[in-house]
């Protein structure tokens, strides 16, 4: 079965300040994508940033990077310099690279930018 | 590129009745998927569609829910027989290739008094 657990249900930083969001996932399959997701209050889910699975290289987009170690299936994400803007939930996702492409979420990180 | 429209935004029904949502990809996004939300859970996968086919279904799909996408453009999603447990936020998303990645709509939040 695969799974996606994110053990930090709330969190909170001051703006301008950096914090990281943490994901660990399961799958046995080698070949897939990771995602971060945000979805501000009453809003439309937004992409974050992606990981290709086969690549070392962590993603990096703007204030937004990823800590990703496959091999304790670890996928984190680090926000700079937090903006008010940033509040919302944050959902790690994976999704294999064959057949229905489905996402597998977690359960989500409520973040909280504190003015 | 208008985004993923879903409508409508919000229903409102009695248990028992019949509700039908509608989502609209973005032009030429021949993926489309329908996601499930439940207070204080991530999306959860019901079913996806390449085109006009429907690929694959979730066990989460039960009888009282069909899924179309007629002409390979827009999609409805129906649930027969609405039950307490169906209240949920019902996302939408769609993709060109299985490269690149989903976008969703706002949801229809579905309420089931």
């Known amino acids: 079965a695969q799974t996606v657990t994110q053990s930090q249900p709330e969190m909170s930083v001051q703006e301008a300040e950096t914090v990281t969001l943490s994901c660990t996932y399961d799958?046995?399959?080698?070949?897939?994508?990771l995602f971060w997701y945000k979805q501000p209050p009453s809003r439309q889910m937004i992409l974050v940033i992606r990981?290709?699975?086969?690549?070392?290289q962590n993603a990096t987009e703007n204030r937004f990077s990823v800590n990703f170690q496959k091999a304790a299936k670890s996928f984190s994400l680090k926000i700079s310099d937090s903006q008010l803007g940033d509040t919302a939930m944050y959902f790690c996702a994976f999704t294999f690279r064959t057949g229905a492409n489905n996402l597998f979420f977690g359960t989500g990180t409520r973040l909280t930018v504190i003015p | 590129d208008t985004g993923v429209s879903q409508n409508p935004r919000h229903k409102i029904t009695k248990r028992g009745q019949n509700v039908t949502f509608r989502c609209d990809p973005i032009s030429e996004h021949n993926r489309l998927y329908w996601y499930r939300q439940t207070l204080g859970q991530g999306p959860e996968f019901l079913t996806y569609?390449?085109?006009?086919?429907?690929?694959?279904k979730s066990r989460l799909l039960s009888d009282r829910f069909s899924a179309e996408r007629p002409k390979g453009s827009f999609s409805t999603l129906e649930i027969q027989r609405t039950e307490q447990g169906d209240s949920a936020m019902y996302l939408c998303?769609?993709?060109?290739?299985?490269?690149?990645?989903?976008?969703f709509g706002d949801g229809t939040r579905l309420s089931i008094l």
């Open positions: 569609f390449q085109n006009e086919a429907q690929l694959e």
């Open positions: 998303a769609s993709s060109t290739s299985i490269n690149q990645p989903q976008h």
């Open positions: 990981q290709e699975a086969y690549k070392q």
């Open positions: 799958t046995s399959e080698n070949n897939y994508y």
